[in-house]
């Protein structure tokens, strides 16, 4: 492999015979120092990698200090290439670098900090390795004498040999230096590598090969980077996380070949012979997207497409093509200005490290500031069924039969609610079952809203909690949405709004549900169009809305409606009725019983007013001290003190509260519910009422 990757990187060579690697172990070779070092056999060298030689460092690279440990003791390796037992014990590691953290010989410390014992302990010496160069690389410097393990510092001084010349440099320099001196002194050449195996379609390995005469993007070109930077700096980059390692890119871009000598493309303007590589041609083609439907109807042939004409219509500089007539080029000169800037380009993670960093680049360079990307917005990889899509697992989903089975409102929604753009979405096809019965529901509720809302409706409890319920959601959702957090607002426009329709369903008369409908229908079907376009566009005409959805108003957050006591108020209800079925499912589940009566007590006045004060004058859960174990309420304070400080404890009144609502819960419950005070009560559960939590008693 080694003499094809250097015939298709232009080296001059003549291959005088062919062996194989037992031919070379024993036997020496020399540096570009000038010394004798041996040839030693090794299991981990990659063979493919560059000459299938490696440099080996036993002072700094675990690998190479555990490998040539396990030669010394390999017995049968020895015996079997004459001397080579003699070289090995001959060879002394030597340190060359100082690191903070380290001593003189970091590989046999990291080697015996970590308790490796062989060459098979790759884990472990693949941990020790990451660990040590990134110590050596970031931290460490060349030492201004190099030691030599075992000798004493009179024999250190006399060894000393070369490179001495970068003592006190930085690892990451001297790397760059010592390069340099090679390649002058013409002790070295360079010989690329792709940074991982790759194959093309054809099944062949991927090799890197120097084209002559190719062309090349310079990305450190005068001013280039600066602008791309500044550019980066002021868009939105969604996640936010994602912007270091655009900024990462961008410092490693040097130059890129930018053309290749067949496929399909557009001819190279500089050398007919060349086509523009992909990567470097896609990254304009959200521009050419915003003219080519004006391009077509004006009827402007592929021979008028001149850099005059692009020079006119992109940059507003020039008189533009000659034979496009003036009006035609101001009419894609408007258009283009109208669609431009890109607001928000949407892709996947994987195209930080070229597609989208080249379409900054490319913008940088080409138009005025103004014209500049404004925003990315990113996304990781899907899954199936909690693992990487693959033909052969059958776990791959193909977006025909997603059009096919799910249809887009159904996979949009699904797939905003499921994962948030930073996360990996797990595709279940049971779940999509589940968000499509979800949608079926909210189908029928809208379709049922569209007539309700044709009689007449009254308002009460029920009304009041639900519409601060919904505007509080409207309220949310909206910031969720401008935000990008997609996923919170699904959650909430949708799924949250959804589950407290369904206890309105149940809590409210047809007249309050004829009320909310009129209120409520028009802008919940706004709120949802973004994410569920075309079934909203259904609901809102059969809802009687004017027009599309699609431009129609954004509904306004009424702000007034937003009443925290009534949510309150009606959350205790719930949370009433949720401890009652949770006593009687333990009291039923052994010996099933007909449940005839529920007795709800709340709290004592003189408890509410106790637990107010402690709650106003604890700063958190543990200054509150009971007086003694028997202390029910302080103790009570201390395990709920979030909830209950956040809770309209003074506003509320419970009794009233659960006395308005014991017509439900005794359908909800399946048996006749009484509300009493703590003062009133005979009970002896009595005194386990608790503010916000009802004493229960079942008969």
């Known amino acids: 492999e080694a ?73 049968k390796t020895l015996e079997k290439y004459p001397g080579l037992k003699e070289k090995a014990e ?12 380290f001593g003189e010989f970091p590989a046999i410390e990291i080697v015996e900090r970590m308790k490796i014992k062989s060459i098979k302990d790759k884990s472990a010496l693949d941990k020790a390795t990451a660990e040590l160069y990134k110590a050596e690389y970031y931290g460490g410097t060349m030492r201004d004498k190099l030691i030599t393990l075992g000798l004493t510092p009179d024999e250190n001084n006399r060894n000393n040999f070369g490179c001495l010349q970068y003592s006190g440099s930085s690892v990451e320099k001297a790397k760059e230096d010592v390069g340099a001196w ?96 992909s990567l470097s041609d896609s990254t304009l083609y959200m521009a050419f997207y915003t003219v080519i439907k004006k391009i077509r109807e004006h009827g402007v042939t592929e021979e008028k497409l001149t850099p005059a004409f692009f020079d006119c219509v992109f940059l507003g500089e020039g008189e533009g093509e000659p034979s496009v007539p003036k009006q035609v080029l101001d009419d894609l000169r408007a258009e283009f200005l109208y669609w431009y800037p890109n607001d928000l380009r949407h892709t996947g993670v994987s195209h930080v490290t070229n597609h989208l960093s080249f379409m900054i680049f490319a913008h940088t360079a080409i138009f005025a500031r103004e014209q500049w990307p404004r925003g990315i917005s990113l996304n990781e990889m899907v899954i199936s069924e909690g693992q990487k899509m693959s033909k052969s697992k059958g776990n791959v989903v193909l977006l025909d039969d997603v059009a096919k089975n799910y249809g887009a409102d159904l996979f949009r929604l699904y797939m905003v609610s499921s994962a948030e753009m930073g996360g990996t979405l797990d595709f279940r096809r049971k779940d999509i079952e589940s968000a499509r019965r979800s949608v079926a529901r909210f189908a029928s509720l809208c379709e049922g809203m569209a007539e309700a809302a044709k009689s007449e409706g009254k308002d009460g409890d029920a009304v009041r909690w639900f519409l601060s319920n919904f505007e509080s959601a409207l309220k949310e959702s909206t910031q969720a949405l401008e935000e990008l957090r997609l996923r919170d607002y699904v959650q909430i426009s949708f799924y949250r709004v959804l589950n407290q329709f369904e206890h309105l369903q149940k809590r409210a008369s047809v007249e309050e549900k004829n009320y909310v409908a009129k209120r409520v229908l028009s802008k919940w079907i706004r709120l949802l169009s973004p994410v569920m376009p075309h079934l909203c566009e259904e609901l809102w005409e059969k809802s009687g809305g004017k027009g599309f959805v699609s431009v129609a108003e954004w509904p306004p957050v009424e702000e007034a409606l937003i ?137």
């Not at 379609?201 to 084209?211: D, K, L, N, W, Y």
Request: neutral net charge.
């Open 182 to 277: 090679l390649m002058r002194d013409g002790l070295a050449d360079e010989f690329h590598e792709i940074s991982r195996q790759a194959q093309c379609r054809c099944g062949g390995t991927v090799f890197a090969a120097i084209m002559p005469e190719q062309w090349f993007l310079d990305f450190n070109a005068h001013g280039w980077k600066e602008k791309s930077y500044s550019c980066l700096e002021e868009m939105l980059i969604h996640p936010e996380v994602y912007r270091k390692q655009f900024r990462d890119v961008f410092a490693w871009l040097d130059k890129r070949p930018c053309a290749r000598r067949r496929g399909l493309g557009t001819r190279l303007p500089f050398d007919k012979n060349w086509i523009i590589e």
């Open 563 to 699: 009443d925290e006591k009534a949510q309150a108020a009606e959350d205790y209800v719930l949370k009433a009725a949720s401890d009652a079925r949770e006593i009687i499912a333990m009291l039923t589940r052994k010996q099933p019983r007909k449940i005839a009566k529920i007795t709800l007590t709340v709290a004592s006045q003189k408890k509410r007013e106790a637990l107010a004060k402690l709650l106003e004058s604890a700063p958190s859960a543990d200054a509150i001290t009971p007086a003694s174990p028997d202390d029910a309420l302080s103790l009570y304070a201390a395990k709920n003190f979030y909830v209950l400080s956040a809770a309209k404890l003074r506003e509320i009144d419970e009794k009233a509260v659960l006395a308005q609502a014991a017509g439900f819960l005794s359908k909800e419950l399946g048996a006749q519910v009484s509300v009493e005070t703590e003062e009133e009560s005979k009970s002896e559960r009595r005194e386990k009422a608790m503010p916000l939590k009802p004493a229960i008693t079942i008969e």
């Open 90 to 101: 001959a060879l002394k590691p030597i340190a060359l670098i100082k690191t903070p953290g």
């Open 3 to 75: 003499v094809e990757k250097l015939r298709l990187q232009d080296k001059k060579f003549e291959v005088v015979g062919e062996h194989n690697g037992d031919y070379f172990v024993g036997k020496d070779c020399t540096d570009p120092l000038g010394r004798t070092i041996p040839i030693l056999p090794s299991s981990f060298v990659d063979s493919a990698n560059a000459s299938g030689f490696v440099h080996s460092v036993p002072g700094h690279a675990p690998y190479d200090y555990v490998g040539i440990e396990d030669l010394k003791k390999d017995g």
